[in-house]
């Protein structure tokens, strides 16, 4: 079973990177009528959150610049950016190397308990699977909400 969570998760990434070879950098920073961001800030946002759910699940250090967590911490928004976001590609290629990070993943990472468990909300994640599949149903949301956003935009 852990191995076809590290499977999804591959396919899961792939999915997004392909999606996002399709949008142009002038779609990326729309924000259509009723959405509190844009196609930039979800693609960082999952970019960020994974990197934090594998320094949490692994232990892993995290690989993503430290100005990500203003851009694209939960709760942040691009209206109130001070800095120029990353580029497409430069999304692009966090996306990328983080599929590969994926692929290092084996069962049994998945089954380590967490040093404490995670709690969010009324969650609460005590082993690294349970945090990272997690991660892979919060990746799959913001890809809902980038396919609905391009429909918009």
């Known amino acids: 079973m852990a191995q076809s969570i590290i499977n999804t998760g ?4 792939q999915i997004v990177i ?9 779609q990326m920073d729309i924000q259509p009528e009723g959405f509190h961001n844009t196609i930039r800030w979800n693609i960082g946002h999952m970019v960020y959150w994974l ?9 892993s250090p995290s690989a993503v ?6 851009l694209f911490n939960s709760g942040t928004k691009p209206a ?21 990070r994926l692929s290092e993943l084996t069962p049994e990472m998945l089954t380590q308990k967490l040093p404490s468990p995670f709690e969010m909300g009324p969650f609460q994640f005590v082993t690294a699977g349970e945090l990272f599949n997690f ?13 609905s956003q ?4």
Do not use: C, N
């Not at 391009?150 to 935009?153: F, I, Q």
């Open 10 to 13: 591959k396919v899961l990434r």
């Open 150 to 153: 391009l429909k918009l935009v």
């Open 18 to 26: 392909g999606q996002l070879q399709g949008i142009s950098e002038a």
């Open 51 to 59: 990197d934090k759910y594998a320094t949490l699940s692994f232990g």
């Open 80 to 100: 109130d950016w001070t800095v120029t976001p990353p580029s497409k590609e430069e999304l692009i290629g966090m996306l990328a190397a983080q599929l590969t």
């Open 135 to 147: 991660a892979l149903l919060h990746e799959a949301i913001h890809l809902g909400v980038i396919s």
């Open 65 to 70: 610049p430290a100005h990500y967590e203003a």
